[in-house]
């Protein structure tokens, strides 16, 4: 077996629900080098609290200039409320096709989180995730404009702000599990 073949044997008892049998597949001495199973073994202990272990396992892939892996990193340290390492790795995440780490550092600027509030980074960051069709980006983007702008310019983010309800609407039933409707909160998103 080669890492190519591990990671379409862990998916496989991914979508069967067998979770612990797909972690200990991606942890066997072969599929630990699989970039795809060192990623999702970051998740999931991610996602059960075990920041140490989601680090090492984010860290082999982000090694490999993972963008993924490189958002995840920073995850764990807002967890750990290192925001400001979080925001360099949300950066070098985006810069290596991981534009969600545009909304991330954004948004740690915009509400100050460990770090002084800067409007204009957060505005900087918010516009390249938008570039990239984020729709978080670009309503964060049209958030923080209400409340820099004139009465005009308000009036007419209203509107931008409807056309991205609709093009946000429009992924979703094309394809609700769509990247760039990452972070937008929907009910019926599938896991």
Not at 15 to 29: F, Q, R
Not at 51 to 75: N, V
Not at 114 to 143: C, F, N, P, T
Request: charged fraction near 25%; glycine fraction near 8%; proline fraction near 2%.
């Amino acid at each position: 077996m080669d890492t190519t073949d591990c990671w379409s044997f862990a998916y496989e008892f991914i979508v069967s629900g067998e979770i612990e049998k797909a972690i200990s597949l991606c942890e066997t001495e072969v599929c630990s080098n699989s970039i795809n199973c060192q990623r999702y073994l970051g998740w999931i202990y991610y996602k059960r609290g075990d920041m140490e272990k989601s680090l090492s396992w984010f860290g082999k892939a982000a090694d490999q200039k993972d963008g993924e892996a490189l958002f995840g990193i920073g995850s764990v340290l807002v967890v750990k409320k290192d925001f400001q390492s979080a925001v360099s790795y949300f950066e070098r995440a985006a810069n290596n096709g991981y534009p969600r780490g545009y909304q991330w550092a954004g948004s740690i600027y915009h509400r100050g989180s460990g770090v002084s509030i800067d409007l204009d980074r957060a505005e900087k960051y918010y516009r390249q995730g938008a570039a990239h069709g984020y729709i978080m980006a670009e309503r964060s983007l049209i958030s923080l404009r209400m409340k820099k702008e004139n009465i005009f310019v308000k009036f007419i983010l209203i509107f931008k702000f409807v056309a991205l309800l609709v093009k946000a609407t429009k992924i979703s039933v094309r394809d609700i599990n769509d990247p760039r409707m990452m972070d937008v909160p929907n009910y019926f998103k599938k896991n």
